[in-house]
RNA sequence: GCUGUCAUCGUCUAGUCUGGUCUAGGACGUCGCCCUCUCACGGCGAAAACUCGGGUUCAAAUCCCGAUGACAGCGCCA
């Protein structure tokens, strides 16, 4: 042994500030959370935020409530100001002792490192212009080989580049690969193997104060003594390059596994650019899905405990996730299931709880003032629901009288003549009804002798729609039961008034 | 083009490491039936897959080889 192993399991998710809070970058770190998690690990948040066109701090702060309202928060990396809903960041006030946690925060560390490589010539400044360089990717392209840098200026003796860099010439620093098999085992896919010889000299840096992302992770990774990178498969690549940045820096890199990607339906990749399906949780929170239904989702692609059981408290996951029995191939996102396990999540919410979820984003501003109705009508359609998205239309007609044309109320095996019997029959019976007895047990026990005799079809069928105004929807004694005896009875008058 | 990764029902997957119990199991979706005034929920049931070709073996979804296909990466982005 060589030295102290590390024991502790630490893990992140680092993302770039460049966009919204991805639905695969919920998975990757809903993967990390459960690893560091199951091995009473830590979770940490670092911000790569070295591209300074693209970074935004307004993505950065919807990242991080994109993933709390998930219920994805983490141990250690930045703090939000959060109060009043301010985009401003505090960059010095994280939480962790391995910070900062944002990288542009840590440009110093990077310069001591690119010196120290640049001092033992393990790196160097190069002076191609894009141009050469992308004529030289096309040239070799052309020929068939792997279009990779040719090593230029890798013979350009010191003191000629300080030369030129004091005489004000651009150039960025390139790492030294050397023609070697770069061989790592992954936690998920077991070996996998790169050749050097094929990676050519590498750009860690545009400048002293510019790092590039390979080499940023290498030392962030080491500084914060992370113990496994879990991140998506497109990424495998990066390895051996982190590999040779690592060894040229003499540190020795975390454990690596490479997630399955998530696909389009058509099998791509689903990225952040792709505009027909929404990719960011955002937009899934807003159509209103449930984290956990999107947590329990979320695990099952690419991953899978053994055994039949698919539904998961996040408790549960933690006790069953495990790196080797995530899948190896890409998973199709297939919204379907998703909406099956919202259904099902809301299903399991009391009436109140939904009715938290639901005020105010879900609801029609006008029916807020009346919790009790609302209660009830949350009741009744939450068994429809999938999304929270839907109660809006589904609930509509508790709250206005809604239109309809008249052959509606007629059952099919009925006529408009026995309808308006039935109605004026009904209309009699809820009249003479007190305003307490419009509970559903007392509303049945009073209308089903009227069925008895006329069948169930021909009375229900025609109330159901003069309270609904629609061919599908809860049965007429749950509906009456929320209306209430004045607007029900109206109801009655419009259904009665348009057979006549 | 180069490099890498992967390959079980339409989709997510169990099973593959430790060949036989797999006439390949579950879930979503689809279809049918039941419940029922309608819709939804719920219950029951059905259709639906081991990419192909060789090999090893008494025996292969499972091991080996090859082919094919799919995807990702190939940036002075991350």
């Not at 109060?83 to 900062?100: E, M, R, S, V």
């Not at 058509?266 to 990225?271: F, G, I, L, T, Y």
């Not at 007190?434 to 006329?454: H, I, N, T």
């Not at 929807?473 to 259904?495: C, M, N, Q, W, Y």
Request: hydrophobic share 40%; aromatic share 8%; glycine share 6%.
């Amino acid at each position: 042994m060589v030295a102290k192993k590390q024991t502790e399991v630490r893990v992140r998710y680092a993302p770039s500030p460049t966009g919204y809070f991805h639905i695969g970058a919920a998975r990757t770190t809903l993967f990390n959370l459960l690893f560091a998690r199951q091995h009473q690990g830590t979770f940490i948040l670092r911000i790569e935020d070295t591209d300074k066109e693209r970074s935004k701090k307004e993505y950065e702060a919807e990242i991080i409530a994109s993933m709390r309202w998930l219920g994805l928060d983490y141990d250690e990396g930045p703090l939000l100001p959060d109060q009043n809903g301010a985009t401003t960041l505090l960059a010095k006030a994280d939480k962790g002792d391995f910070g900062p946690y944002r990288q542009t925060d840590r440009l110093d560390l990077y310069e001591t490192h690119l010196k120290k490589l640049l001092s033992e010539k393990k790196a160097y400044y190069c002076f191609c212009s894009q141009e050469e360089l992308e004529a030289q990717r096309q040239s070799m392209t052309a020929q068939g080989m792997s279009a990779i840098y040719n090593g230029t200026c890798r013979s350009v003796p010191t003191n000629e580049a300080a030369a030129r860099l004091a005489g004000g010439a651009t150039a960025v620093i390139r790492i030294k690969v050397p023609s070697v098999k770069l061989a790592f085992k992954d936690l998920i896919r077991g070996d996998v193997e790169f050749d050097g010889a094929l990676m050519g000299d590498l750009v860690i840096a545009k400048s002293l104060r510019e790092p590039l992302y390979n080499f940023a992770v290498v030392i962030d990774d080491e500084a914060m003594k992370i113990s496994h990178v879990i991140r998506g498969e497109e990424h495998i690549a990066n390895t051996p390059k982190q590999m040779v940045i690592a060894e040229a820096l003499n540190i020795t890199l975390p454990l690596f596994a490479h997630l399955p990607l998530i696909l389009n339906t058509d099998r791509s990749k689903m990225s952040k650019r792709d505009g027909e399906r929404s990719v960011a949780v955002r937009d899934y929170r807003g159509a209103g899905y449930l984290p956990e239904a999107i947590i329990n989702f979320l695990v099952l692609l690419g991953w899978h405990p053994e055994g039949d059981e698919e539904v998961f408290t996040f408790e549960q996951l933690v006790g069953k996730f495990d790196l080797p029995r995530v899948q190896k191939a890409g998973a199709v996102f297939n919204i379907e299931k998703l909406d099956w396990f919202n259904a099902y999540y809301i299903k399991k919410k009391s009436d109140s709880e939904l009715l938290d979820l639901l005020v105010p984003d879900f609801i029609d501003p006008a029916w807020a003032g009346d919790s009790g109705k609302l209660l009830k009508v949350i009741a009744l359609i939450k068994e429809r629901l999938k999304k929270l998205s839907e109660f809006k239309s589904l609930a509509a007609l508790f709250f206005t009288v809604p239109g309809y044309p008249k052959e509606l109320l007629v059952w099919k095996k009925s006529t408009a003549a026995a309808a308006l019997e039935i109605f004026t029959g009904i209309h009699t019976i809820l009249e003479a009804l007190p305003e307490v007895e419009f509970q559903k047990s007392r509303l049945e026990a009073a209308v089903m002798p009227l069925c008895e005799v006329k069948g169930r079809g021909d009375v229900l069928w025609p109330l159901r729609v003069a309270v609904s105004g629609s061919q599908a929807s809860p049965g007429p004694f749950e509906i009456i039961d929320a209306l209430g005896k004045t607007e029900t009875l109206r109801r009655l008058e419009v259904a009665i008034s348009k057979l006549k």
